[in-house]
Protein backbone atom coordinates (compact mmCIF):
# COMPACT_ATOMS: atom_id res chain seq x y z
CA UNK A 1 0.00 0.00 0.00
CA UNK A 2 2.87 2.28 0.80
CA UNK A 3 4.24 1.43 -2.81
CA UNK A 4 0.74 2.53 -4.31
CA UNK A 5 0.76 5.47 -2.47
CA UNK A 6 4.26 6.63 -3.06
CA UNK A 7 3.79 5.80 -7.13
CA UNK A 8 0.64 8.38 -7.09
CA UNK A 9 2.27 10.88 -5.29
CA UNK A 10 4.84 10.73 -7.87
CA UNK A 11 2.54 10.72 -10.40
CA UNK A 12 0.34 13.88 -9.89
CA UNK A 13 0.38 16.24 -12.23
CA UNK A 14 3.08 14.85 -14.51
CA UNK A 15 0.86 15.41 -17.37
CA UNK A 16 1.33 19.15 -16.77
CA UNK A 17 5.16 19.03 -17.01
CA UNK A 18 6.72 19.86 -20.37
CA UNK A 19 8.83 17.19 -21.98
CA UNK A 20 12.73 18.13 -22.19
CA UNK A 21 15.37 17.45 -24.35
CA UNK A 22 16.00 14.46 -22.37
CA UNK A 23 13.09 12.65 -22.36
CA UNK A 24 13.02 13.75 -26.18
CA UNK A 25 15.79 11.25 -26.09
CA UNK A 26 14.10 8.53 -24.66
CA UNK A 27 11.26 8.82 -27.14
CA UNK A 28 13.62 8.77 -30.03
CA UNK A 29 15.06 5.91 -29.33
CA UNK A 30 12.63 3.58 -27.76
CA UNK A 31 10.34 4.58 -30.42
CA UNK A 32 12.37 3.36 -33.34
CA UNK A 33 12.82 -0.57 -34.22
CA UNK A 34 15.46 -2.67 -32.40
CA UNK A 35 16.99 -2.44 -35.46
CA UNK A 36 18.05 0.97 -35.50
CA UNK A 37 18.16 1.33 -31.82
CA UNK A 38 20.83 -1.27 -32.00
CA UNK A 39 22.83 1.57 -34.80
CA UNK A 40 22.11 4.22 -32.29
CA UNK A 41 23.83 2.49 -29.31
CA UNK A 42 26.18 1.14 -30.84
CA UNK A 43 28.10 4.68 -31.08
CA UNK A 44 26.38 7.21 -29.10
CA UNK A 45 24.21 6.89 -25.82
CA UNK A 46 24.84 3.18 -24.66
CA UNK A 47 25.04 3.88 -20.92
CA UNK A 48 21.07 4.26 -21.49
CA UNK A 49 21.15 1.28 -23.89
CA UNK A 50 19.01 -0.81 -20.96
CA UNK A 51 16.60 1.77 -20.09
CA UNK A 52 15.58 2.54 -23.79
CA UNK A 53 15.31 -1.52 -24.75
CA UNK A 54 12.96 -1.96 -21.14
CA UNK A 55 10.79 1.52 -22.65
CA UNK A 56 10.59 0.13 -26.40
CA UNK A 57 7.72 -2.15 -25.55
CA UNK A 58 5.92 0.59 -23.30
CA UNK A 59 6.06 2.83 -25.71
CA UNK A 60 4.85 0.81 -28.44
CA UNK A 61 1.90 0.32 -26.12
CA UNK A 62 1.01 3.65 -24.67
CA UNK A 63 2.71 6.22 -27.08
CA UNK A 64 4.52 8.83 -25.87
CA UNK A 65 2.32 10.73 -24.21
CA UNK A 66 3.56 12.82 -21.15
CA UNK A 67 1.72 11.06 -18.30
CA UNK A 68 2.50 7.52 -20.51
CA UNK A 69 5.80 8.07 -21.01
CA UNK A 70 6.68 8.96 -17.37
CA UNK A 71 4.18 5.81 -15.73
CA UNK A 72 7.33 3.74 -15.57
CA UNK A 73 9.41 5.99 -13.57
CA UNK A 74 6.31 7.00 -11.01
CA UNK A 75 5.99 2.91 -10.73
CA UNK A 76 9.65 2.60 -9.79
CA UNK A 77 8.79 5.32 -7.41
CA UNK A 78 6.56 3.06 -5.52
CA UNK A 79 8.33 -0.05 -5.92
CA UNK A 80 11.66 2.14 -4.42
CA UNK A 81 9.60 3.60 -1.36
CA UNK A 82 8.11 -0.54 -0.42
CA UNK A 83 11.88 -1.52 -0.58
CA UNK A 84 12.69 0.74 1.93
CA UNK A 85 10.13 0.21 3.98
CA UNK A 86 11.01 -3.49 4.06
CA UNK A 87 14.76 -3.04 4.62
CA UNK A 88 14.15 -0.73 7.07
CA UNK A 89 11.61 -3.23 9.01
CA UNK A 90 14.50 -5.53 9.14
CA UNK A 91 17.17 -3.17 10.49
CA UNK A 92 14.64 -1.43 12.82
CA UNK A 93 11.24 -1.43 13.71
CA UNK A 94 8.18 -1.00 12.01
CA UNK A 95 7.93 2.97 13.21
CA UNK A 96 11.39 3.74 12.13
CA UNK A 97 9.83 1.53 8.72
CA UNK A 98 7.03 4.05 8.63
CA UNK A 99 8.70 7.06 8.75
CA UNK A 100 11.19 5.92 6.10
CA UNK A 101 8.94 5.37 3.85
CA UNK A 102 6.99 8.64 4.43
CA UNK A 103 9.88 10.50 3.77
CA UNK A 104 11.31 8.66 1.02
CA UNK A 105 7.52 8.97 -0.77
CA UNK A 106 8.04 12.91 -0.31
CA UNK A 107 11.78 13.44 -0.62
CA UNK A 108 12.09 16.01 -3.74
CA UNK A 109 14.87 14.11 -5.58
CA UNK A 110 12.31 10.84 -5.37
CA UNK A 111 9.56 12.85 -6.35
CA UNK A 112 11.05 14.68 -9.34
CA UNK A 113 12.99 11.19 -10.59
CA UNK A 114 9.33 9.93 -10.73
CA UNK A 115 8.25 12.34 -13.24
CA UNK A 116 11.23 11.86 -15.31
CA UNK A 117 11.23 9.42 -18.45
CA UNK A 118 14.74 8.63 -17.69
CA UNK A 119 16.44 5.66 -15.91
CA UNK A 120 17.07 7.38 -12.79
CA UNK A 121 13.80 5.97 -10.88
CA UNK A 122 14.53 2.70 -11.85
CA UNK A 123 18.00 2.81 -11.14
CA UNK A 124 16.78 4.03 -7.40
CA UNK A 125 14.58 1.23 -6.96
CA UNK A 126 17.00 -1.74 -8.01
CA UNK A 127 19.73 -0.10 -5.76
CA UNK A 128 16.73 0.00 -2.75
CA UNK A 129 15.85 -3.76 -3.94
CA UNK A 130 19.16 -4.82 -4.32
CA UNK A 131 20.00 -3.96 -0.59
CA UNK A 132 16.98 -5.78 0.49
CA UNK A 133 18.44 -8.59 -0.81
CA UNK A 134 21.86 -8.88 0.19
CA UNK A 135 20.82 -8.01 3.96
CA UNK A 136 18.60 -10.98 3.41
CA UNK A 137 21.63 -12.88 1.74
CA UNK A 138 24.04 -11.92 4.88
CA UNK A 139 21.12 -12.90 7.20
CA UNK A 140 20.24 -16.53 5.85
CA UNK A 141 23.09 -17.54 3.88
CA UNK A 142 21.67 -18.90 0.86
CA UNK A 143 23.00 -19.25 -2.75
CA UNK A 144 20.02 -17.84 -4.47
CA UNK A 145 20.04 -15.05 -2.42
CA UNK A 146 23.71 -14.34 -3.47
CA UNK A 147 22.56 -15.04 -7.01
CA UNK A 148 19.51 -12.83 -6.67
CA UNK A 149 21.43 -10.22 -5.21
CA UNK A 150 24.12 -10.42 -8.53
CA UNK A 151 21.23 -10.32 -10.95
CA UNK A 152 19.82 -6.93 -9.30
CA UNK A 153 22.91 -4.86 -8.95
CA UNK A 154 24.61 -6.26 -12.49
CA UNK A 155 20.55 -5.03 -14.14
CA UNK A 156 21.14 -1.59 -11.98
CA UNK A 157 24.35 -0.79 -13.30
CA UNK A 158 23.32 -1.65 -17.01
CA UNK A 159 20.34 0.80 -16.11
CA UNK A 160 22.65 3.40 -14.40
CA UNK A 161 26.60 3.03 -14.45
CA UNK A 162 26.47 4.48 -10.80
CA UNK A 163 24.47 2.18 -9.14
CA UNK A 164 27.87 0.40 -8.62
CA UNK A 165 29.05 3.05 -6.07
CA UNK A 166 26.11 1.66 -4.27
CA UNK A 167 27.93 -2.11 -4.45
CA UNK A 168 31.28 0.13 -3.05
CA UNK A 169 28.47 1.25 -0.86
CA UNK A 170 27.63 -2.36 0.40
CA UNK A 171 30.97 -3.97 0.79
CA UNK A 172 31.87 -1.09 3.08
CA UNK A 173 29.23 -2.27 4.98
CA UNK A 174 29.76 -6.02 4.87
CA UNK A 175 33.29 -4.77 6.05
CA UNK A 176 32.45 -3.27 9.18
CA UNK A 177 31.02 -6.88 9.84
CA UNK A 178 34.86 -8.01 10.59
CA UNK A 179 33.41 -11.60 9.06
CA UNK A 180 36.28 -12.51 6.36
CA UNK A 181 34.06 -14.88 4.77
CA UNK A 182 30.96 -12.74 4.76
CA UNK A 183 33.11 -10.28 2.52
CA UNK A 184 34.09 -12.41 0.14
CA UNK A 185 31.01 -14.20 -0.70
CA UNK A 186 29.57 -10.48 -1.24
CA UNK A 187 32.72 -9.16 -3.23
CA UNK A 188 31.81 -12.40 -5.24
CA UNK A 189 28.09 -11.49 -6.04
CA UNK A 190 29.42 -8.33 -7.18
CA UNK A 191 31.87 -9.22 -9.47
CA UNK A 192 29.15 -11.68 -11.36
CA UNK A 193 27.10 -8.54 -11.35
CA UNK A 194 29.81 -6.41 -12.91
CA UNK A 195 30.27 -9.45 -14.84
CA UNK A 196 27.01 -9.43 -15.87
CA UNK A 197 26.49 -5.03 -17.04
CA UNK A 198 29.87 -5.46 -18.50
CA UNK A 199 28.74 -4.97 -22.03
CA UNK A 200 26.85 -2.18 -21.57
CA UNK A 201 29.33 -0.49 -19.26
CA UNK A 202 32.21 -0.94 -22.09
CA UNK A 203 30.33 0.09 -24.56
CA UNK A 204 29.30 3.34 -22.20
CA UNK A 205 32.83 3.93 -21.07
CA UNK A 206 34.45 3.64 -24.71
CA UNK A 207 32.04 6.68 -26.03
CA UNK A 208 32.67 8.89 -23.71
CA UNK A 209 31.45 12.83 -23.34
CA UNK A 210 27.94 11.73 -21.67
CA UNK A 211 27.67 12.09 -18.51
CA UNK A 212 27.55 14.61 -16.03
CA UNK A 213 27.48 18.93 -16.41
CA UNK A 214 30.07 21.38 -17.44
CA UNK A 215 32.56 22.40 -14.25
CA UNK A 216 31.05 24.61 -11.15
CA UNK A 217 32.71 26.71 -8.80
CA UNK A 218 33.21 25.37 -5.01
CA UNK A 219 30.02 27.14 -3.72
CA UNK A 220 27.71 25.99 -6.44
CA UNK A 221 28.98 22.65 -6.02
CA UNK A 222 28.51 22.26 -1.83
CA UNK A 223 24.96 23.68 -2.87
CA UNK A 224 24.53 21.19 -4.85
CA UNK A 225 25.87 18.20 -2.85
CA UNK A 226 23.81 19.66 0.23
CA UNK A 227 20.80 20.70 -0.85
CA UNK A 228 20.18 19.55 -5.03
CA UNK A 229 21.18 16.19 -4.76
CA UNK A 230 17.86 15.28 -2.43
CA UNK A 231 15.84 18.88 -2.09
CA UNK A 232 15.80 20.47 -5.33
CA UNK A 233 12.25 22.01 -6.70
CA UNK A 234 12.19 22.69 -10.21
CA UNK A 235 15.20 22.59 -12.69
CA UNK A 236 16.22 26.18 -13.41
CA UNK A 237 18.39 27.47 -15.96
CA UNK A 238 19.79 30.66 -17.16
CA UNK A 239 17.59 30.89 -19.76
CA UNK A 240 14.36 30.96 -17.92
CA UNK A 241 14.71 34.57 -15.78
CA UNK A 242 14.10 34.48 -12.92
CA UNK A 243 13.62 30.94 -12.49
CA UNK A 244 17.43 30.50 -11.79
CA UNK A 245 19.18 29.53 -8.73
CA UNK A 246 20.57 32.49 -7.90
CA UNK A 247 17.28 34.38 -7.99
CA UNK A 248 15.89 36.00 -4.75
CA UNK A 249 14.07 32.85 -2.98
CA UNK A 250 11.43 35.37 -1.69
CA UNK A 251 10.20 36.47 -5.67
CA UNK A 252 7.08 35.52 -7.20
CA UNK A 253 7.30 31.73 -7.33
CA UNK A 254 10.45 31.36 -6.14
CA UNK A 255 9.49 30.30 -2.95
CA UNK A 256 10.75 26.54 -3.00
CA UNK A 257 13.89 27.54 -3.15
CA UNK A 258 13.62 28.77 0.76
CA UNK A 259 11.70 25.81 1.54
CA UNK A 260 14.00 23.34 -0.06
CA UNK A 261 17.04 24.99 1.98
CA UNK A 262 14.95 24.33 5.38
CA UNK A 263 13.85 21.15 4.57
CA UNK A 264 17.70 20.61 4.08
CA UNK A 265 18.58 21.61 6.97
CA UNK A 266 16.11 19.83 9.05
CA UNK A 267 16.92 16.69 7.28
CA UNK A 268 20.35 16.40 8.21
CA UNK A 269 19.95 17.65 11.53
CA UNK A 270 17.76 14.24 11.77
CA UNK A 271 20.57 12.40 10.04
CA UNK A 272 22.92 13.70 12.72
CA UNK A 273 20.72 12.61 15.29
CA UNK A 274 20.82 9.32 14.18
CA UNK A 275 24.26 9.21 13.90
CA UNK A 276 25.35 10.66 17.46
CA UNK A 277 22.52 7.95 18.97
CA UNK A 278 23.32 4.69 19.71
CA UNK A 279 20.69 2.86 19.61
CA UNK A 280 20.14 3.36 16.02
CA UNK A 281 23.36 1.56 14.81
CA UNK A 282 21.54 -1.37 13.06
CA UNK A 283 19.99 1.58 10.51
CA UNK A 284 23.48 3.54 10.25
CA UNK A 285 25.56 1.45 8.90
CA UNK A 286 23.54 0.10 6.26
CA UNK A 287 22.67 3.35 5.08
CA UNK A 288 25.54 6.03 6.10
CA UNK A 289 27.82 4.25 3.51
CA UNK A 290 25.09 3.94 0.81
CA UNK A 291 24.62 8.04 1.28
CA UNK A 292 28.01 9.04 1.58
CA UNK A 293 30.51 6.84 -0.86
CA UNK A 294 28.32 7.20 -3.99
CA UNK A 295 28.45 11.28 -3.33
CA UNK A 296 32.75 10.98 -2.08
CA UNK A 297 33.72 8.53 -4.61
CA UNK A 298 32.21 10.85 -7.38
CA UNK A 299 33.26 14.09 -5.96
CA UNK A 300 37.05 12.54 -6.25
CA UNK A 301 36.64 11.66 -9.51
CA UNK A 302 34.91 15.06 -10.73
CA UNK A 303 38.38 16.76 -9.47
CA UNK A 304 39.71 14.79 -12.66
CA UNK A 305 36.91 15.18 -15.32
CA UNK A 306 34.14 17.51 -13.76
CA UNK A 307 31.28 16.62 -15.37
CA UNK A 308 31.02 13.38 -14.20
CA UNK A 309 29.25 14.86 -11.05
CA UNK A 310 25.41 16.05 -11.22
CA UNK A 311 22.89 16.37 -8.87
CA UNK A 312 20.52 14.30 -10.45
CA UNK A 313 22.31 10.78 -10.50
CA UNK A 314 21.88 10.43 -7.06
CA UNK A 315 18.67 9.15 -6.91
CA UNK A 316 20.07 6.06 -5.91
CA UNK A 317 21.40 7.07 -2.81
CA UNK A 318 17.92 9.25 -2.09
CA UNK A 319 16.44 6.22 -0.04
CA UNK A 320 19.31 5.99 2.53
CA UNK A 321 18.89 9.72 3.18
CA UNK A 322 15.41 8.53 3.85
CA UNK A 323 16.32 6.02 6.32
CA UNK A 324 18.73 8.40 8.25
CA UNK A 325 16.04 11.33 8.71
CA UNK A 326 13.69 8.12 9.53
CA UNK A 327 16.50 7.27 12.46
CA UNK A 328 16.41 10.68 13.80
CA UNK A 329 12.23 11.09 14.03
CA UNK A 330 12.53 7.44 15.87
CA UNK A 331 14.88 9.41 18.69
CA UNK A 332 11.99 11.92 18.96
CA UNK A 333 8.74 11.15 20.85
CA UNK A 334 5.98 9.96 18.58
CA UNK A 335 4.09 13.23 19.22
CA UNK A 336 7.13 15.44 17.85
CA UNK A 337 8.26 13.12 15.43
CA UNK A 338 4.37 13.21 14.49
CA UNK A 339 4.63 17.00 14.15
CA UNK A 340 8.19 17.11 12.60
CA UNK A 341 6.95 14.95 9.43
CA UNK A 342 3.99 17.41 9.55
CA UNK A 343 6.26 20.40 9.30
CA UNK A 344 8.80 18.55 6.69
CA UNK A 345 5.44 17.85 4.76
CA UNK A 346 4.07 21.58 4.67
CA UNK A 347 7.87 22.95 4.11
CA UNK A 348 8.17 20.00 1.03
CA UNK A 349 4.82 20.84 -0.56
CA UNK A 350 6.56 24.24 -2.43
CA UNK A 351 9.52 22.34 -3.85
CA UNK A 352 6.88 19.48 -4.98
CA UNK A 353 4.52 21.77 -6.70
CA UNK A 354 7.44 23.71 -8.05
CA UNK A 355 8.62 20.37 -9.74
CA UNK A 356 5.30 20.24 -11.83
CA UNK A 357 4.59 23.83 -12.97
CA UNK A 358 4.64 23.57 -16.89
CA UNK A 359 8.45 24.93 -17.51
CA UNK A 360 9.75 22.86 -14.15
CA UNK A 361 12.54 20.41 -16.68
CA UNK A 362 14.96 22.95 -17.22
CA UNK A 363 12.53 25.52 -18.42
CA UNK A 364 11.12 23.39 -21.39
CA UNK A 365 8.36 25.18 -22.71
CA UNK A 366 7.73 22.44 -25.65
CA UNK A 367 3.89 21.98 -24.19
CA UNK A 368 3.41 25.55 -24.70
CA UNK A 369 4.73 25.94 -28.31
CA UNK A 370 2.28 22.86 -28.98
CA UNK A 371 -0.39 24.05 -27.69
CA UNK A 372 0.36 27.43 -29.55
CA UNK A 373 0.78 25.56 -32.68
CA UNK A 374 -2.45 23.09 -32.46
CA UNK A 375 -4.87 23.62 -35.82
CA UNK A 376 -2.52 26.47 -37.38
CA UNK A 377 -0.16 24.32 -39.43
CA UNK A 378 -1.30 22.33 -42.09
CA UNK A 379 0.36 19.57 -44.53
CA UNK A 380 3.06 21.10 -46.65
CA UNK A 381 3.93 24.02 -44.64
CA UNK A 382 7.58 24.08 -44.40
CA UNK A 383 9.24 24.19 -40.42
CA UNK A 384 12.47 25.52 -39.51
CA UNK A 385 14.05 23.87 -36.50
CA UNK A 386 17.15 26.43 -35.40
CA UNK A 387 19.48 24.74 -33.68
CA UNK A 388 20.31 24.42 -30.21
CA UNK A 389 24.21 24.95 -30.08
CA UNK A 390 26.54 25.93 -32.62
CA UNK A 391 27.10 24.69 -36.11
CA UNK A 392 29.84 22.11 -36.57
CA UNK A 393 31.12 22.39 -40.00
CA UNK A 394 27.86 23.44 -40.93
CA UNK A 395 25.89 20.68 -39.44
CA UNK A 396 24.01 21.30 -36.32
CA UNK A 397 23.52 18.17 -34.12
CA UNK A 398 21.08 19.49 -32.04
CA UNK A 399 17.97 21.38 -32.80
CA UNK A 400 14.88 22.13 -32.07
CA UNK A 401 13.06 19.40 -33.45
CA UNK A 402 13.39 18.31 -30.43
CA UNK A 403 9.85 19.76 -29.55
CA UNK A 404 8.67 18.04 -32.66
CA UNK A 405 9.76 14.58 -31.13
CA UNK A 406 8.22 15.30 -28.10
CA UNK A 407 4.59 16.78 -28.99
CA UNK A 408 4.68 15.67 -32.95
CA UNK A 409 1.03 16.43 -33.72
CA UNK A 410 1.35 19.70 -34.71
CA UNK A 411 4.19 18.93 -37.04
CA UNK A 412 2.65 16.11 -39.03
CA UNK A 413 2.95 16.67 -42.80
CA UNK A 414 5.12 19.65 -42.59
CA UNK A 415 8.21 19.95 -44.53
CA UNK A 416 11.75 19.91 -42.46
CA UNK A 417 13.54 22.30 -44.32
CA UNK A 418 17.01 22.24 -43.27
CA UNK A 419 16.55 17.99 -42.46
CA UNK A 420 19.71 16.28 -43.74
CA UNK A 421 19.33 12.70 -42.04
CA UNK A 422 16.08 11.85 -39.47
CA UNK A 423 17.20 10.07 -36.32
CA UNK A 424 16.83 7.15 -37.45
CA UNK A 425 18.51 7.14 -40.60
CA UNK A 426 21.87 9.27 -39.08
CA UNK A 427 21.74 6.96 -36.02
CA UNK A 428 21.76 9.88 -33.87
CA UNK A 429 19.05 10.86 -31.16
CA UNK A 430 17.44 14.11 -32.55
CA UNK A 431 18.63 14.23 -36.73
CA UNK A 432 21.38 16.13 -38.46
CA UNK A 433 20.08 19.84 -40.13
CA UNK A 434 22.37 22.14 -42.49
CA UNK A 435 22.46 26.08 -41.82
CA UNK A 436 19.58 27.92 -42.93
CA UNK A 437 21.54 29.64 -45.53
CA UNK A 438 22.16 25.99 -47.13
CA UNK A 439 18.81 25.69 -47.69
CA UNK A 440 17.40 28.14 -50.22
CA UNK A 441 16.26 25.47 -52.36
CA UNK A 442 13.73 23.64 -49.90
CA UNK A 443 13.09 27.39 -49.13
CA UNK A 444 11.70 28.09 -52.10
CA UNK A 445 9.46 25.16 -51.98
CA UNK A 446 6.83 26.29 -49.28
CA UNK A 447 4.89 29.16 -49.17
CA UNK A 448 4.46 29.18 -45.50
CA UNK A 449 6.98 28.64 -42.75
CA UNK A 450 7.16 28.49 -38.96
CA UNK A 451 10.34 29.09 -37.38
CA UNK A 452 11.24 27.61 -33.54
CA UNK A 453 14.28 29.06 -32.61
CA UNK A 454 15.75 29.67 -29.37
CA UNK A 455 15.02 32.90 -27.42
CA UNK A 456 18.71 33.02 -26.14
CA UNK A 457 20.47 33.41 -29.04
CA UNK A 458 19.62 37.13 -30.53
CA UNK A 459 22.88 37.29 -32.89
CA UNK A 460 21.64 33.54 -35.30
CA UNK A 461 18.10 35.40 -35.07
CA UNK A 462 19.02 38.19 -36.69
CA UNK A 463 21.06 36.72 -39.37
CA UNK A 464 18.16 34.39 -39.95
CA UNK A 465 15.25 37.40 -40.33
CA UNK A 466 17.19 38.71 -42.49
CA UNK A 467 17.70 35.81 -44.87
CA UNK A 468 14.49 34.76 -44.67
CA UNK A 469 13.54 37.99 -45.31
CA UNK A 470 15.78 38.12 -48.02
CA UNK A 471 14.23 34.97 -49.46
CA UNK A 472 10.47 37.02 -49.44
CA UNK A 473 8.96 35.73 -46.58
CA UNK A 474 7.49 38.30 -44.19
CA UNK A 475 6.40 37.87 -40.34
CA UNK A 476 2.32 37.22 -39.80
CA UNK A 477 2.55 36.15 -36.61
CA UNK A 478 4.92 35.50 -33.32
CA UNK A 479 5.13 33.80 -30.09
CA UNK A 480 7.21 33.69 -27.32
CA UNK A 481 7.30 31.16 -24.63
CA UNK A 482 10.22 31.34 -21.43
CA UNK A 483 13.14 29.43 -23.89
CA UNK A 484 10.76 29.24 -27.08
CA UNK A 485 10.36 31.84 -29.73
CA UNK A 486 7.60 30.68 -32.66
CA UNK A 487 7.01 32.59 -35.68
CA UNK A 488 4.87 31.68 -38.87
CA UNK A 489 5.84 33.95 -42.19
CA UNK A 490 4.36 33.93 -45.65
CA UNK A 491 5.94 34.69 -48.97
CA UNK A 492 4.97 38.13 -49.48
Known amino acids: MLGVLAAVVSAISSWHVSLWSDEAATISASSRSLAD ?21 WVALVHTSPLGLRLPSAIAIGAAVAGVYLLTRRLADHRTALYAAFVAMALPRLTWAGIEARPFALAAALAVWSTVILEAALRRRRFWLYAGYAVLLGLGVAVNLYVALVAVAHLVTVATRRDLRQSLEVLAAAACGAVLS ?13 LGVPDRGPLTLLRSVVVDQWFLGETPTPTTG ?13 WWKLASVVVALACWALVAVALLRRDQRTVVPWALPWLAVPTVLTLAAALVEPTLYNARYFGIAAPAMAMLVAAGLRELSTRTATGVLVALAVLVAPVYLSQRTVTAKSGSDWSLVAAELEGRTAPGDGVYFGPRDDLVDGVAL ?13 FTGLVDITLIASPAEGGTLFGTSRSLAASADELAGVDTL ?23 FVVVSSWSGPQTEVLELVRD
Not at 37 to 57: E, K
Not at 450 to 471: C, I, M
Open 198 to 210: SPVVLLGLGQGGQ
Open 450 to 472: WVLRREDRPAAAAEEDQLLADAG
Open 398 to 410: RSLRTAAIAYPEP
Open 242 to 254: SGTLDASPFAPGE
Open 37 to 57: LTRLIDHIDAVHATYYVLMHP
